[in-house]
């Protein structure tokens, strides 16, 4: 029976990659092919500074290992559970890297800073990396006072090193890698 759920599982997690593909990429790289009049792949910072992406990727990949580690087997005690399902890995590990780092990172945050100092800029794109967090939040029960808070502001203080990351990297690869990571890890301690 476990095979046949499996097997049901891997066309709703395709359908669902495809859909957020579909409802986040897509119109972004229609919106710079079109009205920004450039190539999408450059413009978001998926085609150059590829091994500054992958250095900064590394060491901060380690550091967030490191980190999990240290606080989940030594502090709270909890076990690892790789047991992911190929849904999770996909959609929650693989695709949320990247295409809330196209959204939010490569699109937002370069936007916005044609109008603010990078600071500015990377606050406004974490706060509305936050917005999109909330559902989540809500399915998870968390959208009560205090418990709300804390999800807010992991998420607020991620969205700031996200983009401080590819600021200094000036590559899209270093935030979806490390996005990426970070999702694997809550992902197998939580």
Not at 104 to 128: E, P
Request: hydrophobic share 55%; aromatic share 18%; net charge positive.
């Amino acid at each position: 029976m476990q095979y046949l759920d499996l097997l049901d599982s891997v066309p709703r997690a395709i359908v669902s990659a495809f859909i957020k593909i579909g409802i986040w990429v897509l119109p972004i790289l229609f919106f710079v092919k079109i009205i920004e009049k450039s190539n999408p792949i450059s413009y978001l910072g998926l085609r150059n500074h590829f091994k500054s992406g992958l250095k900064w990727a590394g060491w901060f990949s380690l550091a967030l290992i490191a980190y999990f580690i240290l606080l989940n087997l030594t502090l709270l005690k909890n076990e690892i559970e790789l047991q992911l399902g190929f849904n999770e890995l996909l959609n929650t590990v693989l695709f949320v890297g990247i295409i809330e780092e196209i959204v939010f990172r490569g699109f937002l945050l370069r936007k916005l800073m044609d109008s603010y100092r990078f600071w500015i800029a990377n606050t406004i794109s974490s706060l509305l990396f936050v917005s999109i967090h909330f559902p989540y939040c809500f399915y998870k029960g968390l959208f009560e006072f205090p418990s709300i808070l804390s999800p807010i502001i992991t998420v607020f203080i991620l969205g700031m090193i996200f983009g401080f990351v590819y600021r200094k990297s000036h590559s899209l690869w270093s935030v979806i890698i490390i996005h990426s990571m970070y999702n694997f890890l809550v992902s197998i301690f939580i």
